[in-house]
């Protein structure tokens, strides 16, 4: 089913090709959801668990800030290039659905915050005794956009090896291994 919505977004998902999707029929779908938009919001929300799940070890690993930023895009990535739907259900897909909808903005921007607040963190820890508060900021506002970027360019198809490539040249722009701190 979340595949299903990652595919072709909210409106375009029918409910035969949900039934098909999950093996349900459709009494049994409606008893388990209640309705099209009930078994959206839980498409996202499962998504938002899945890629919580695995992107989150990978900015908790210990290594550099470079290494761990660039293990958590290199898995981002690979999860928005897996599969037939290209890209993030919720940075690609929901974010359209969501100037309608007040239920998915209120998801995408809960999640949004959560992936924030998790790069944020894991900028603080690298860089408390080099950078401001500000900079902490701007950095994990950079490093949050690069995030958005890959699903969007996921979405319209280009290949996972150019993908890979371009966040690696712009965390070497904006993470120095030379020693030198991003904030300046």
Known sequence: MTETF???GYVATSLDAL??????NRPSLFAAF???HSMYLAALDHFRDTVRSRLQPELEAGRSLSEDMTA???CAIEHYCEGNALGCLLLS?????APNDSEVRDRLRQSVNEIEA???QRVKRALAKECDEESHHYLTKILLSQLIALSAQARMGIPEEQLRHSIRLVLSAILPSDGRTPCG
């Open 6 to 8: 990652r595919l072709n």
């Open 19 to 24: 039934v098909s999707a999950t093996g349900m």
């Open 34 to 36: 209640g309705n099209k």
């Open 72 to 74: 958590f895009y290199e």
């Open 93 to 97: 897909t929901a974010l359209s659905d």
């Open 118 to 120: 998790a790069i944020g």
